[in-house]
Structures are given as C-alpha cells and as structure tokens.
C-alpha cells in the first residue's frame, strides 16, 4: 500500500476534492481530481503553503452498488491502491493534487491488467502523470 502520508483522510480534504474538483469518468473507474496551487483559498491559513501546494494525497471508494460483498470490494480496492503504489514507486505522478477513485459496478468483472490500463489512462487524461 502507498504511504500513510498519501493517504487522503481528513473531512475537511475530502470536502475540498469533492466541492472543487472536477470529474474524469472511464468505463470502470472515475476520478475526481483537485490540483492544489490553481485557487489560494483551499490553503488552510494555519499550515505552510509551500508544503500544502507539494503533496499529493489518494483516496480509493468501492461502494455497494459495486457488490454487496466485502470480499467483491476489497479485492477491487486492494487491486487500485496496488496499482497506484506501483505506480508512485516509479515516481510517475506529479504532486500538488488530490486524486479520489471512485470504482463502477463493472469493475468487479475486470482483469488486474485492465483496471491497470484504465487508472493509467485517467492519470494521463488528468494531465497528473509524468511522461
């Protein structure tokens, strides 16, 4: 799994990705993405605005409607966080952004090489990844 540090946890973060992002939707995955240095008022008055505008925090969400059962939606969020850990290994996301993953119900019939190929196409199509 990617480090604790990436991991997108506070409501206040949540809020911020949710009111402000913008959405990227794919066949089996959506993406909402919110890149931290374009608008100064999301900068907490109380941090280091340098800091704040360099991290890059992930969330991963897997809901019912994927499948009632815990084992159908675990496998698939175990499957996309290990794709993005593999993937921020190799340093090949920019910081400076917030990415929260939201899978469709359709993700459950999906190979792991296929939701690799669609979480690597909405980082691109998200201008997050670097070439």
């Given at each position: 799994m990617y480090n604790k540090e990436n991991h997108l946890t506070k409501v206040r973060d949540f809020n911020l990705v949710l009111k402000h992002g913008y959405w990227l939707n794919?066949?089996?995955?959506?993406?909402?993405?919110?890149?931290?240095?374009?608008?100064?008022?999301?900068?907490?008055?109380?941090?280091?605005?340098?800091?704040?505008?360099?991290?890059?925090?992930?969330?991963v969400n897997v809901g019912l409607k994927v499948s009632k059962k815990a084992v159908v939606r675990n496998r698939a969020k175990r499957q996309v966080v290990e794709i993005l850990r593999e993937v921020m290994s190799r340093d090949a996301i920019k910081s400076g952004y917030y990415l929260f993953f939201v899978a469709k119900p359709n993700i459950k019939d999906k190979t792991f090489a296929e939701i690799s190929e669609e979480v690597k196409v909405l980082l691109k199509r998200a201008g997050v990844m670097v070439k």
């Open positions: 794919n066949q089996f995955l959506s993406l909402k993405v919110l890149e931290l240095a374009k608008n100064e008022s999301y900068i907490p008055s109380t941090g280091d605005v340098d800091n704040f505008k360099k991290q890059l925090k992930l969330a």
